[in-house]
């Protein structure tokens, strides 16, 4: 059974920008996070040798994966098995991140799989024609993410986020979605949640700050703040 995710969420992914050690303190400082702001689901991206290690400081956290791809136990040497993120304790996965993109077919089967084991599904689209297509498969999350503003520090504008919202909602009603290009600050967070998105996140706004953890911390403060004057 998936983990409940509510329906406003922040996620920080820090790629491979952080790992081992600095991944450890992340973990606990998004568990300590979860604790504090019960209505935000709070999701940190490991990479998969690091995913058991930061799951053992979760509980109300999620540990999510970079990527799964769409096998089964047996043949597949080099590919990510989702049974082996399971077990390693993820309870959410992305897939079709611009940096790791995929054809169609290898979507639909990378969210089959992850729904038969319980493993909520963040599916990435660089456009709204793309946010449509995905929808038709109901996933947990769509991340609507133009691909020419990441790591730009500049946010999509606001009637992409207008727009790719209601293709979504009308297409999946239940799909959660997240706008993620260019956050770099806490006013970023606020403000594509107040434009109407359920979540958002960020890398290296996070990653290079001077002191990552109490960016991640005003980061999700931003985006309580807002969650609770949208009513939410």
């Known amino acids: 059974m998936k983990k409940k995710l509510s329906k406003s969420f922040f996620i920080f992914n820090p790629k491979s920008y952080l790992f081992g050690n600095e991944i450890e303190k992340m973990s606990k400082v998004a568990e300590e996070l979860a604790q504090k702001y019960p209505n935000i689901s709070i ?9 058991y290690r930061a799951s053992q400081n979760v509980n109300k956290a999620f ?4 990527h799964i791809d769409g096998i089964k136990p047996g043949r597949g040497m080099g590919s990510v098995l989702p049974e082996s993120i399971v077990s390693s304790g993820a309870s959410a996965t992305f897939i079709n991140h611009a940096e790791h993109p995929l054809t169609f077919d290898e979507i639909i089967g990378a969210v089959r799989r992850a729904d038969s084991l319980g493993l ?38 606001e009637d992409y986020i207008v727009n ?55 980061m999700v403060k931003a985006c309580y703040d807002a ?6």
Do not use: H, W
């Open 43 to 51: 999701l940190l991206t490991t990479p998969y040798a690091d995913i």
């Open 63 to 66: 540990i999510s994966a970079q």
């Open 120 to 157: 909520l599904t963040i599916v990435c689209a660089n456009s709204i024609e793309e946010a449509r297509a995905v929808a038709t498969l109901k996933p947990d999350v769509i991340l609507c993410e133009p691909t020419e503003l990441i790591g730009t520090g500049k946010t999509s504008p």
């Open 164 to 218: 790719t919202n209601k293709v979504i909602k009308e297409i999946s009603p239940k799909t959660l979605v997240m706008q993620g290009a260019g956050i770099s600050r806490p006013e970023d967070v606020y403000n594509v949640i107040k434009l109407g998105a359920d979540g958002t996140g960020c890398t290296s706004g996070i990653t290079n700050a001077s002191d990552p953890a109490e960016m991640f911390k005003d």
């Open 227 to 232: 969650t609770v004057e949208k009513g939410v």
